[in-house]
């Protein structure tokens, strides 16, 4: 390797990809070119990064597995930044086994980040960590162990394992000021600011607050009654209801949890509920079906009592009912938390990480841009979706993802 391929290569490790280029931007060899393509990733030039991979690919020939390896390593990087989801794994799941059989261990290692950015951003948070669980305990450069440890921040989180979260980000700080990369230290902040803004909102008795993410741990493990309007279910310390798939009964939930210890009238349920105005006997009929329903799926946790106006929650051993809030509370607010990281998305990458249908979510981001709350540029299939980072729409509690388990 040349002296002027070196000192690019030490620039681009350094986080300065102009530094880079002013070394190689004139040469169309292939190493010239996969430094090109990296240093214009860096600058946020994709499109052109992409095509200076995959020239640089094609130019070292088959003879070069590990130079052709650690292009299929960045333009799964440039996948991952432009929100490709549906680039082809298996490719990086090759370059990485290609770079471990030739002892390119820091590359492979970088290959792994990805493939665990990935899984978390489309909320496969078990596969994550039985790749993280298998991994190596090898010595890491800086950079790399940054990038590591948001990883592990990313899965705690989502856990709600904020003293591992803390701990994580913590680690990553560090590393990144060892790396002395701007562009990784101001991830790293973003990340620790999103974990240190309100996570949801607490409302018990007619009062509500916001709460940090720590506090929304502690509430799951009060042994409180919790109707978790952030992932639609209700749970106390040890059992977990879901009700995702039946907005009826968490529309209904809601309301009496919300007015608890009080009762709420039948008129309230039915507009709460069934969005009625003017109830007849078919929806007073409908409401004590439903009723009934959510009587029989309660039946572990809490009674549904009538009362002479309405109905009342009655709690079967928690000392105390509440409700878990997002943030705000608005329509496609998923769509707006994923949109909030700042990157543009693609409807269909949108569709992948929300696990809706790609018309689901083209519906929604129309209203939004109706509404003004979201852009888009480029036309078909190069249309991309964006929206400047939303304080209001931390992504902790609205990402798809497991429960923590009680």
């Given at each position: 390797m040349d002296s002027l391929i070196t000192a690019a290569a030490r620039a681009l490790a350094a986080g300065d990809?102009?530094?880079?280029?002013?070394?190689?931007?004139?040469?169309?060899?292939?190493?010239?070119?996969?430094?090109?393509?990296?240093?214009?990733?860096?600058?946020?030039?994709?499109?052109?990064?992409?095509?200076?991979?995959?020239?640089?690919?094609?130019?070292?020939?088959?003879?070069?597995?590990?130079?052709?390896?650690?292009?299929?390593?960045?333009?799964?990087?440039?996948?991952?930044?432009?929100?490709?989801?549906?680039?082809?794994?298996?490719?990086?799941?090759?370059?990485?086994?290609t770079l471990e059989a030739h002892g390119d261990g820091l590359n492979a290692a970088h290959a792994r980040n990805l493939e665990l950015r990935r899984l978390l951003l489309i909320g496969r948070l078990d596969e994550a960590e039985r790749i993280l669980a298998g991994l190596?305990?090898?010595?890491?450069?800086?950079?790399?162990?940054?990038?590591?440890?948001?990883?592990?921040?990313?899965?705690?989180?989502?856990?709600?394992?904020?003293?591992?979260?803390?701990?994580?980000?913590?680690?990553?700080?560090?590393?990144?000021?060892?790396?002395?990369?701007p562009a990784l230290i101001a991830e790293v902040e973003s990340a620790s600011l999103v974990f240190s803004a309100p996570a949801a909102r607490l409302v018990a008795r007619g009062d509500e607050r916001p709460l940090l993410l720590d506090e929304v741990e502690a509430l799951l493990a009060s042994g409180k009654l919790v109707v978790d309007a952030c992932r639609n279910v209700v749970r106390d310390e040890k059992t977990i209801v879901p009700l995702a798939t039946r907005p009826v009964l968490f529309a209904l939930l809601r309301a009496l949890a919300e007015a608890w210890p009080a009762d709420v009238s039948r008129s309230t349920l039915l507009a709460r509920a069934f969005r009625a105005r003017h109830a007849d006997e078919s929806h007073r009929a409908r409401l004590r079906v439903e009723m009934g329903r959510l009587r029989a799926e309660l039946r572990t946790l809490a009674d549904v009592r009538a009362t002479k106006r309405g109905f009342a929650l009655v709690p079967r051993h928690a000392s105390e009912v509440v409700v878990l809030a997002p943030p705000v509370e608005e329509q496609h607010a998923a769509v707006l938390?994923?949109?909030?990281?700042?990157?543009?998305?693609?409807?269909?990458?949108?569709?992948?990480?929300?696990?809706?249908?790609?018309?689901?979510?083209?519906?929604?981001?129309?209203?939004?841009?109706?509404?003004?709350?979201?852009?888009?540029?480029?036309?078909?299939?190069?249309?991309?979706?964006?929206?400047?980072?939303?304080?209001?729409?931390?992504?902790t509690l609205l990402l798809p993802g497991p429960l923590p388990s009680g």
């Open positions: 990809p102009l530094g880079a280029l002013k070394h190689v931007a004139l040469r169309d060899d292939a190493p010239a070119l996969a430094l090109r393509g990296i240093a214009m990733a860096q600058l946020g030039e994709l499109d052109r990064a992409k095509m200076l991979l995959k020239s640089a690919a094609r130019a070292f020939g088959s003879r070069e597995a590990v130079a052709r390896a650690r292009c299929v390593v960045a333009e799964a990087e440039i996948a991952l930044v432009s929100r490709e989801l549906r680039w082809p794994t298996r490719a990086l799941d090759t370059a990485r086994a190596a305990p090898i010595p890491l450069p800086p950079a790399l162990a940054a990038a590591r440890a948001l990883a592990v921040a990313g899965i705690a989180i989502r856990r709600l394992r904020t003293g591992a979260a803390r701990a994580a980000l913590a680690e990553a700080g560090r590393a990144a000021i060892e790396a002395k990369i938390a994923f949109l909030a990281d700042g990157e543009s998305w693609s409807s269909s990458a949108l569709a992948i990480a929300l696990g809706l249908s790609p018309r689901t979510v083209q519906r929604a981001l129309e209203q939004l841009a109706a509404a003004g709350k979201v852009q888009s540029y480029g036309r078909g299939p190069a249309r991309r979706w964006m929206t400047p980072p939303v304080s209001d729409f931390p992504t």
